[in-house]
């Protein structure tokens, strides 16, 4: 390392200062002493902060021009609202409280959930605050990323909000389930707001936090917009995304397209497919290429959560309803990843919450158990057909599509049963011996190949008591004399 030019001239009392980086060596102990900012290192002098530079009265100083803060666990910080989804959202960090200086990048951004705005029950975050709202908020956590809450102090929330119609600042006024309006133009909203909402930074004990309405359930007014989703906010928050001034877009949650305002275009009868059953790492290109040989989708998506994992299910619309029967019909059952996905018309009477039930085909139906996890239908089907006519094999899964170790085999002939247990039951496969028993009937009743009205475990017993019958042998008595 050099020394900096121009600063190894003991006869000036005081140096010009310069611009210095920690590490930079800005002397040598020969021409001055190591004062504030530097330190002393084999016969030189390194400056240990950024800053200005100089010396007098024979020592080197470095003094800071920025200060840098780090956020730890209980800091009060001054944010910005920069960006909402439905259930979490951003805010940029301004300043925290009591600490001067400037931030780190990784400590710019607070993240927060919309759990942590107000103690009431909010649908989303965009219900409580606004992008360009600033707010005080508390830090709980700073690792991996910062997280912040508005909801445990009542200093905590939104200290300041403009109207975004008209951008005059709001204040508070409680009216109905709104908090906040605009004297010029009207608006009214509703706002998480702090104790000192309109006067500052400053922590002041004005009581704003008390229009909240903490623990109150909503009026019909705001039940009734919640209701709608975010097609329906779309009018009550769409100011908040404006391009400039005036022109304005539709209030988009993540995962929505762009085109239409931000809203899908409803479909045509019998257009949109529901699509359940998806496994976790099925996405949106996924499913567009799994249904995309039946011809071209207006629509397709596959709906995530605040993790980004998919929700299980997803949505899939094609231009005629001709394509869409034809998709639902070939792909209702298909396996995707080990696991059987369910097709069908997304406006059915079935789409709310009621599950349509697989069509159990006619014949003989057997619970095999004890089955290894690498055994496939395949498996089962050459494993059946030597002793009967296979109609349909279900090995079943779990939600991520592996399998629990059962299945259930329908076979055509129904009288087959005692047969088929007899020759399979105990057979060896890939490495384990299975067992098949008759399948039961929900509700405890049998589904048998007999008229006898027994059960198949009281079949078998009847069927191992007369095999250790025939094992025993026969006991000989004396002849009494």
């Not at 209701?227 to 001034?245: H, N, V």
């Not at 014949?363 to 494993?383: C, E, R, S």
């Not at 039961?440 to 589904?447: H, L, P, S, T, Y």
Request: proline share 3%; charged share 30%; net charge positive.
């Amino acid at each position: 390392m050099r020394p900096i030019p121009g600063h190894n001239c003991l006869g000036m009392m005081k140096m010009t200062a310069s611009l210095v980086t920690p590490g930079m060596q800005v002397s040598t102990t020969s021409d001055c002493e190591a004062g504030e900012g530097t330190i002393e290192v084999d016969g030189r002098i390194l400056a240990t902060a950024v800053g200005n530079f100089i010396i007098a009265d024979g020592i080197a100083t470095v003094t800071a021009v920025k200060q840098v803060c780090t956020p730890e666990v209980g800091d009060t910080v001054i944010c910005r609202v920069e960006k909402l989804n439905e259930k979490n959202g951003e805010a940029m960090i301004l300043c925290i409280e009591g600490k001067p200086g400037s931030l780190l990048p990784e400590h710019l951004y607070g993240h927060f959930h919309v759990t942590g705005l107000v103690d009431r029950y909010m649908h989303q975050t965009a219900d409580a605050v606004r992008r360009r709202d600033v707010c005080r908020a508390l830090v709980k956590e700073v690792s991996p990323v910062v997280r912040i809450d508005f909801r445990e102090r009542n200093d905590c929330g939104v200290l300041h909000a403009i109207c975004p119609s008209c951008g005059d600042t709001l204040v508070a006024d409680l009216q109905g389930d709104w908090n906040v309006n605009c004297q010029s133009c009207n608006y009214r909203s509703f706002r998480a707001l702090a104790d000192n909402f309109a006067a500052g930074f400053a922590q002041l004990d004005q009581g704003a936090s008390a229009l909240n309405n903490s623990g109150k359930r909503w009026g019909s007014e705001a039940e009734s917009l919640f209701a709608k989703g975010p097609s329906g906010r779309a009018t009550f928050i769409a100011e908040d995304f404006r391009e400039d001034g005036r022109d304005r877009e539709y209030f988009r949650f993540e995962g929505q397209q762009s085109g239409g305002g931000g809203r899908r275009e409803k479909a045509k009868p019998g257009c949109k497919l529901f699509v359940g059953g998806l496994p976790r790492e099925i996405g949106t290109d996924e499913l567009r290429d799994l249904f995309s040989k039946f011809g071209e989708m207006s629509d397709c998506f596959v709906p995530t959560d605040d993790g980004g994992a998919n929700r299980g299910f997803g949505f899939v619309t094609f231009g005629d309803k001709a394509t869409a029967d034809a998709a639902a019909k070939e792909l209702d059952g298909h396996r995707i990843n080990g696991r059987r996905i369910g097709v069908r018309d997304a406006d059915s009477d079935n789409k709310k919450g009621k599950r349509e039930k697989r069509k159990e085909p006619a014949g003989l139906k057997f619970y095999v158990g004890n089955l290894p996890f690498k055994a496939d239908d395949d498996t089962l089907k050459n494993l059946f057909k030597q002793h009967a006519t296979v109609v349909d094999v279900n090995i079943i899964t779990d939600n991520g599509g592996r399998p629990k170790g059962f299945a259930f085999i329908t076979v055509k002939e129904m009288d087959k049963g005692d047969e088929i247990i007899k020759q399979l039951n105990g057979t060896e496969v890939l490495g384990r011996k299975i067992r098949v028993d008759l399948s039961q009937k929900k509700g405890g009743d049998k589904k048998g190949g007999n008229n006898s009205g027994k059960t198949s475990r009281e079949l078998r017993a009847m069927r191992e008591e007369e095999e250790d019958a025939k094992k025993r042998k026969p006991r000989h008595r004396s002849k009494k004399d």
